[in-house]
């Protein structure tokens, strides 16, 4: 267990963001508010911070206009002598979104910083300042690190409801003072439409907050922007992002369902078919609304290694952008599998670089759990698992690739986390049950939703010998926020034993499950 203060290791931002008076949330639910356009620049979107480093985090914002982002950074939240950084003009072409580097930061340390937006034709004009806090990652291992993971927000038309409280998860995980949040993908539901009501199975309602953009499947640029602002009309998940650092990841749902490059759409909702159309739009988008290191690089890229000290290094998979097309997934070879041959190569160069205690994965779809796409009537494969307990075939090759280096490259301390399924497990994966044996045991842990639907188990395919060690899922489909079974995960890594403790936890807070690994093993 943590030897680490708890919960005051973190000077945990209090009372409410300066902007939230800039963005009520509206009494009748039909529309988002619009910003007062009178006055000087205003960013009722609130500010976030993203992969944040030893010395180095990214700080984003939205303006309601044309405006320079100036961001401040103090030690103390008076702000005596602070540091200036100059950052991007924001403008339409961003959607008025931008990101500003700091670097030079001390390690270890709580940074308070807070956001200006200018006048781009009078610098003097500035808007009221939005403050935030974030720590940065400890060059010291006797510190110890606290994360938490989740993913799955806004899904199956289960939204924003004043009524329940809103995505009230945001606050029970703030409550524990993490060093930063991983959320797993499908940070928005592009696919899903929000509804301003729905009848649940008691007869109550599930009221929504509801936009123009959320009234339909996202085709245009405007309307993947307009999933991600939406999220941002809750008030929970505003105080998280100005408290606690994301490392953000994409699945699916940030384009459409199940989808996979090259895809052509039968779905009559949509008039735009072509998949690797409505892709670029929403790369374009999510690359707008969240501060991610790799995305502004020529590649454009997801995947990236989030190194957090001598603890930690976080390994952020893209499974969705390099992957072959989803079939049966039984083929004897797959050269490109579920991460392309280029990520894999990445992959396994990095984490044989690595010199963290600890290598966490963090992985969009899970390994051995099987997840079905039978949007077009085919008996085709979402992830990497078809079923067939035997031999490796399809995308599992290339992980039994991966697993096998790992093996042989006596890498230590790799742990997978991922969300994806809509419920909480823990698998514990073995060689002697496995039909692949070259590799060590690992560990795989699966949480969310944050606000969505929940659903029954999938079931476990036996090639890389997975035994459900833990699982907690509803026995129907589609069970609202209102019905339980919403759930994140908490990893504790201890400084002085280098133990790290995985928690899964339901969306109060409360620990369903409790796993202590050891440091220094193969696998793990």
């Known amino acids: 267990m943590s030897h680490r203060p708890f919960p005051g290791r973190r000077s945990v931002l209090r009372g409410s963001l300066a902007a939230s008076a800039a963005l009520t949330l509206p009494t009748a639910l039909g529309s988002a508010p619009a910003f007062a356009l009178s006055g000087r620049p205003r960013a009722g979107w609130g500010v ?13 914002v939205r303006s309601d206009r044309p405006a320079r982002m100036i961001v401040e950074t103090s030690a103390t939240d008076s702000f005596r002598k602070p540091r200036r950084w100059h950052g991007p003009l924001l403008g339409a072409d961003t959607d008025f979104t931008g990101t500003t580097r700091l670097r030079g930061l001390p390690s270890g340390e709580q940074i308070h910083y807070r956001v200006l937006l200018a006048d781009p034709d009078d610098p003097r004009r500035t808007g009221e300042p939005v403050t935030g806090t974030f720590r940065t990652a400890s060059a010291r291992r006797r510190d110890g690190v606290r994360f938490v993971w989740s993913g799955d927000l806004a899904g199956q038309g289960w939204g924003i409801n004043p009524d329940f409280g809103g995505y009230r998860i945001y606050d029970a995980m703030a409550a524990l003072d993490p060093d930063f949040f991983i959320c797993s993908g499908d940070n928005i539901y592009a ?15 599930w009221r929504n907050i509801t936009t123009e953009e959320k009234s339909k499947v996202a085709e245009t640029l405007a309307e993947f922007r307009g999933n991600f602002r939406y999220n941002l009309l809750d008030d929970n998940l505003k105080r998280f992002n100005a408290q606690v650092p994301s490392i953000i990841q994409w699945d699916d749902h940030e384009v459409t369902n199940n989808w996979y490059p090259g895809e052509i759409l039968g779905d009559a909702r949509y008039t735009e078919k072509n998949v690797d159309v409505l892709a670029a739009r929403a790369r374009q988008a999510f690359s ?23 603890l930690l290094d976080v390994f952020v998979l893209d499974m969705r952008t390099y992957r072959n097309a989803n079939s049966t997934d039984d083929q004897p070879t797959d050269a490109q599998g579920i991460l392309g041959a280029e990520q894999l190569a990445w992959l396994k160069r990095e984490l044989a670089r690595s010199r963290a205690v600890w290598k966490v994965i963090a992985s969009d779809m899970p390994l051995g759990l099987v997840v079905p796409d039978t949007g077009d009537g085919k008996p085709n494969v979402e ?8 031999a490796p075939l399809g995308r599992e090759l290339q992980i039994a690739e991966l697993l096998r280096f790992i093996k042989h490259r006596r890498i230590t301390g790799t742990v997978w986390l991922t969300a994806d399924v809509h419920y909480t497990s823990a698998q514990h994966y073995q060689p002697s049950r496995a039909a ?47 019905g339980g079974y919403q759930f994140f995960g908490e990893v504790d890594i201890d400084g002085d034993s280098g133990e790290l403790t995985v928690r899964l936890r339901e969306s109060d807070g409360t620990v369903l499950f409790t796993q202590v690994l050891q440091p220094g093993r193969v696998g793990q």
């Not at 480093?53 to 700080?59: A, H, I, K, P």
């Not at 992830?383 to 035997?390: I, K, L, R, T, Y």
Request: glycine residues 10%.
């Open 48 to 60: 976030q911070t993203g992969d944040v480093t030893c010395d180095s985090g990214l700080v984003w």
């Open 191 to 205: 696919d899903g439409p929000i509804s301003a009501s729905v009848t649940l199975p008691d007869g109550s309602t």
């Open 288 to 310: 707008e609304y969240f501060p991610i290191s790799t995305l502004r690089r020529p590649d454009g890229r997801v995947h990236r290694v989030v190194n957090h000290g001598p």
């Open 383 to 390: 992830a990497v698992a078809q079923g067939d307990p035997g």
């Open 436 to 482: 692949f044996t070259d590799f060590e045991p690992f560990w795989e842990f699966v949480s969310g939703p944050l606000n969505a639907g929940a659903f029954p188990a999938n079931t476990l395919d036996n090639t890389f010998g997975p035994e459900r060690v833990f699982i907690k899922a509803p026995t129907t489909a589609n069970v609202s926020p209102a």
